[in-house]
């Protein structure tokens, strides 16, 4: 009895002795094995500037590679700086995706140095760029020297964008290019399709007499390539990238009641109060519509159906 105590008293102190070591020793391994089935799903990583890229990468890549934005949800492009967990995430990335949002002016060659391995992509090769002031006020006034980078709302531009996605994904991970390939395919159909509805709710390609919208109000100048698109005008609040002067305003007023725009389209990363006036003077409607959603085609066709009341223009 005494013995079979005595061995029974040493289990225990063994037990205890190892318990603590030995649970945390599993719990790592657990924790590694669940790290280890998460990145297996991925082979690298990727940057992106804004939303809607990320939107565009995954259809096209998937599951193969992870996606980090830059400019996160309720930021302005235009002012953005990154954190330090963003500087991180660069570090670590095969692929820029750039598109020419202002802060990657000041910040693509900081990215270059931080992490001189990294494929910066320009996904605006081949798309004709149009200065701000095209589709500003009519070309009337504008940022002539800057260019508007929201080709990401036009669905025609996308597919080109998207094209030169697939090309540098293709070149850096080429273990995966036939997944690529036919994920581009399928996502150039939903474009297309989406491109297709879009008209129809526009009213874009009827015939010669037919009724079509014309022009529209927005604060920021965002919506030009999608105005060309689909055969509308873009009338920006914003003047010289600020708000408007008394005298402005009283001329943007007058615009809108000549057009009979009653949209005015404002985005969450700016001011209101100057559309609020033009709005109050006009009977127009304030309407928020995010270019920078990630839910990409969803948005778009929300748009669509917002500017589907537009009289014509004179």
Avoid at 79 to 102: C, D, K, L, T, W
Wanted: charged content about 20%; glycine content about 8%; overall charge positive.
């Amino acid at each position: 009895m005494k013995l079979f105590s005595a061995c029974k008293s040493a289990d225990v102190f063994f037990f205890q002795y190892i318990s603590g070591p030995f649970i945390c020793f599993c719990l790592l391994c657990q924790i590694l094995l669940s790290c280890a089935s998460v990145s297996a799903g991925t082979s690298g990583r990727v940057v992106v500037s804004i939303l809607p890229q990320k939107y565009f990468v995954e259809q096209i890549a998937g599951r193969h590679v992870q996606v980090t934005v830059m400019v996160p949800p309720g930021a302005n492009p235009a002012i953005y700086e990154p954190r330090p967990s963003e500087m991180q995430a660069v570090s670590g990335a095969r692929i820029y995706f750039s598109i020419g949002v202002p802060f990657e002016r000041a910040w693509l060659p900081r990215f270059k140095t931080a992490n001189p391995a990294m494929t910066i992509v320009d996904t605006r090769k081949g798309i004709k760029l149009y200065p701000v002031s095209k589709y500003g006020n009519g070309g009337r006034t504008g940022r002539k020297g800057i260019l508007d980078p929201h080709i990401w709302l036009s669905p025609p531009l996308v597919i080109t964008l998207a094209r030169n996605m697939l090309v540098a994904l293709i070149r850096v991970y080429p273990g995966y290019a036939d997944d690529f390939r036919k994920n581009y395919r399928d996502f150039c159909s939903r474009v297309a399709n989406l491109d297709i509805s879009i008209m129809k709710i526009l009213g874009t390609g009827l015939p010669k007499g037919v009724k079509t919208h014309g022009a529209f109000m927005v604060f920021h100048p965002s919506w030009g390539y999608f105005a060309r698109a689909y055969g509308l005008k873009q009338i920006s609040i914003e003047q010289e990238g600020k708000e408007p002067k008394p005298s402005q305003l009283v001329e943007l007023i007058k615009t809108a009641r000549k057009l009979g725009i009653r949209v005015i389209l404002v985005q969450p990363q700016f001011s209101m109060k100057a559309a609020r006036i033009v709005a109050r003077a006009t009977g127009a409607r304030i309407i928020v519509a995010d270019p920078l959603s990630y839910n990409w085609d969803r948005n778009l066709l929300q748009v669509a159906r917002m500017l589907r009341s537009i009289p014509k223009a004179p």
